[in-house]
């Protein structure tokens, strides 16, 4: 037996022995080392301390399966053509979640990452508190957070139900006045319509123009709808389809972001209203709104301890929390509203890392807008094809911008001169992505493949129009895994994904598919390794207990143990495991600590 599984057996005592007698099997037969190299002997790099490996570059099966530096400098494409995927040679047909460890079973929860492993507890146990972890661990386990108490309504709209239908039609008004106000309302079609049901009091000749140029428009409307179906949706089918959120309409977590600089979590609930819980302290902020309706992200401004941008369905509001005040409820006096025409929903945010930009995205605009809040402008950034812009992510280092189209395409912004490079034919739109720390590598997955998606950056020195081709580099397709509860589906189509800050965890949720009864109820740990090499290893599955379906994922920024993932669950429930490492950067920070001799007179 090795020490991973003496260290489980020991710390399971709540687990009967036939149950723990089928895992403790499961494991050794299922817990190798890679997805790539299933046979230890002829293993030219085994796994260090951890399940780490001590990588040698010029070792010929790491030259076949990191490909990625080397496409960097031979996949380069001209400005005028767009890139299109590429199959790597890591791609064997064989899901890469086949390596993972079984995932836990109905009546067990993941409570956190420790010695390399997943540890899972009874949902009993769980919920009395009796977990009996090490004490250089349990420090780390943080209250649960419960949304659905707080939540009392939902804000959903009616798909046909408008203002205007809450009064009853005047009658009598002047055909002018009519005219005017339905033309601020509706714009020019609403004025054709207005003319063409009033044909009694216009002329003949008058009444078929307006019928002419109303079809007219209406063509033209139909074909656009043809080649974007996207423009036809609803503003909720609009946020619920391009959501990072799973099940965004029904879901009890609209939106959730951490704090970049103190463990402060902001929530938005069913009910549009944003609660700001501080994890080392009692008192709830609650943020409340009138225009705040449909909130479907959020985003703190970086190097600032009190600005929080709530993307909704009318616009960006930008709220100013003074952290000094003893007040739960700031005023609406606290709040600026950024609104621009046509920009509606706005479904996507992203700060610039110096925070004095703010860049938004709404799959009905083709504009990128980016705000400078200071000094209330905003810049459009219009590029045509794609339908719109569904989502963006500013790197790290603050030269590129990521942004997705509800179509094939997405783009990839530099800037410094604000130019852009495309990518298309990925086989479905872009579903979610995430920067590496360094913004070297982009991750990314679209709607109709099981593919994670990679491309790299240099550090320095890339230019628009010569950067690689995506590389098709993990396979994510569904597997058929044992529990101890019976067999589960696991793996399929990314639902969203996210990168700690230490670069060393990537957590992923997938999507639901009923043609083969996978609920999505596990969120998919992976340890990665940027240098020298980029690698992923499986690390294992999180899950929530008995069909609770995890629907929003996020790394804190501030926790200096390893990394803490928070998991929202359909339950309406709210969890944090930490996941206790040392990052490797702390590793070469002692590796690297000088050493002093000093030396006595005799």
Known sequence: MTDSEESLDAESEFVDESKFTRRQKMFSSLNRP??????????????????????????????????LPALLAEKLMSNTKPHQPQQSEQMNNKSILQSFPP???????????????????????????????????????????????CCVKSSLYNKTATAKSAFIE???????RRVTVTWFDRGLAGVLEEIVTDK????????????????????????????????????????NEFSPIKYWSQSPVRAMAWHHSCMKLAIAGMDDTVRIHNIHSEPVVTLKHRCQHLVCDLSWRPLSACD??????????????????QSTRPSSSNVQ????????????????PDGRLLASACPTDTNLMVWDTHFDRQHRLRRFGGGGVSTVHWAPNNEWIFTATPSNVFRVWETQKWTCDKWRNLGGRCQSACWSPDSTVLLFTVTEKPVLYCLTFPETGSVIGQLQAAVEYVDLSEVMMETVDGDVIVGGIVQSMCWDRTGERLAIIFRDNTKTDNTGNYVALFRVRLSPVFDLVPLGFVGGGLDDCPVAISFAQQFEHGALLTVCWQSGTVTFLPLCFTPSTALKLIQHKPVFNITTAA
């Open 34 to 67: 890679s997805p790539q190299l299933m046979n230890p002997a002829a293993d030219p790099c085994p796994p260090g301390p951890g399940g780490y490996r001590d990588i040698d570059p010029d070792t010929p099966v790491l030259k076949q399966r990191n490909l």
């Open 103 to 149: 995932p836990p079973g109905d009546g067990y929860k993941t409570v956190c990452e420790y010695n390399g492993e997943m540890v899972f507890r009874e949902e009993q146990h769980v919920a009395k508190g009796l977990l009996q972890l090490p004490i250089d661990i349990q420090k780390f386990i943080y209250p649960t957070i419960d949304v659905s108490s």
């Open 170 to 176: 005047p009658q009598g008004v002047p055909l002018m």
């Open 337 to 352: 509203l950024l609104t621009y025409c046509n920009h509606s929903p706005v479904t996507s945010l992203s700060w610039s």
């Open 308 to 325: 929080l941008a709530v993307a909704c369905v009318n616009g960006i509001l930008l709220w100013q929390i003074d952290p000094n005040s």
């Open 200 to 239: 009694h009091n216009v002329g003949t000749v008058v009444t078929a123009i307006a019928s002419n140029l109303l079809a007219a428009i209406r063509w033209v409307s139909s074909m656009h709808g043809y080649l974007y179906p996207h423009l036809t949706m609803s503003c909720v089918e609009l946020i």
